[in-house]
């Protein structure tokens, strides 16, 4: 089994705040990562394919990079519809799927 | 404009099966660019992958369910279900539907529906 992990767990930050979140693989999934956000009460939205591939209608303030174990989304400047949680989710194994724990962006 | 919409018993008692279904409300439910997942997540916890399903029926489980777990495909009606056996406590959770699209060498869960919670209680 794929196992995913995510850091921080949560993270305050302010609007305007340049946001990193980690997902790490425990084995190489070359770009099969993928990224959602999900706001309270909301079901999770696709933000990033194939690791840094932006969904449609998806605002170009979210980026997504790496490859093989380690990936990272970034949030250029928070913005205040953008506190949610977020979760990457692999498809190496596809049609089996994982996603990581989630990282609770909030208000500072 | 695609719309998935779950539908099914928001209560069910310990030891019964769980029994969902989604609505596709457009074509794609037919095309072989796409197939269909379940995936739920626990109150205030994060998701849980159960099953995927092609149209043609063949379908695919997350191995720590996959002895409770059936999902099939009705192509007359535009749906796919979930069944799930023997249900305890811990099943309580929001069930999502989604479709399920590929790029590359990625596949991810393009499209949600609002999600259903079906509590397990006596």
């Known amino acids: 089994d794929i196992q995913m992990t995510q850091s921080p767990s949560s993270l305050s930050a302010s609007v305007g705040d340049r946001v990193t979140i980690t997902c790490r693989a425990s084995?190489?999934?070359?770009?099969?990562l993928n990224w959602y956000q999900q706001r309270p009460g909301k079901a999770p939205k696709l933000l990033i394919y194939?690791?840094?591939s932006l969904q449609s209608g998806v605002p170009s303030r979210f980026s997504g990079s790496g490859s093989g174990t380690d990936f990272t989304l970034t949030i250029s400047s928070l913005q205040p519809e953008d506190f949610a949680t977020y979760y990457c989710?692999?498809?190496?194994?596809?049609?089996?799927?994982?996603f990581g724990p989630g990282t609770k962006v909030d208000i500072k | 404009q695609l719309q998935l919409q779950e539908s099914g018993p928001g209560l069910v008692k310990p030891s019964e099966t769980l029994s969902l279904t989604c609505t596709v409300s457009?074509?794609?439910?037919?095309?072989?660019?796409?197939?269909w997942g379940w995936i739920r997540q626990p109150p205030g916890k994060g998701l849980e992958w159960i099953g995927s399903i092609y149209y043609s029926g063949r379908a695919y489980y997350n191995l720590s369910l996959k002895s409770r777990v059936t999902i099939s495909v009705d192509t007359s009606k535009n749906q796919f279900s979930l069944k799930l056996s023997s249900v305890t406590a811990v099943d309580t959770a929001v069930y999502y539907c989604a479709r399920i699209a590929a790029r590359g060498n990625s596949e991810f869960f393009q499209q949600w529906g609002q999600g259903t919670l079906v509590s397990v209680s006596s």
């Open positions: 194939g690791a840094s």
């Open positions: 457009d074509g794609s439910f037919s095309s072989s660019s796409y197939y």
């Open positions: 084995q190489s999934i070359t770009n099969s």
């Open positions: 989710q692999q498809s190496y194994t596809m049609p089996e799927f994982t």
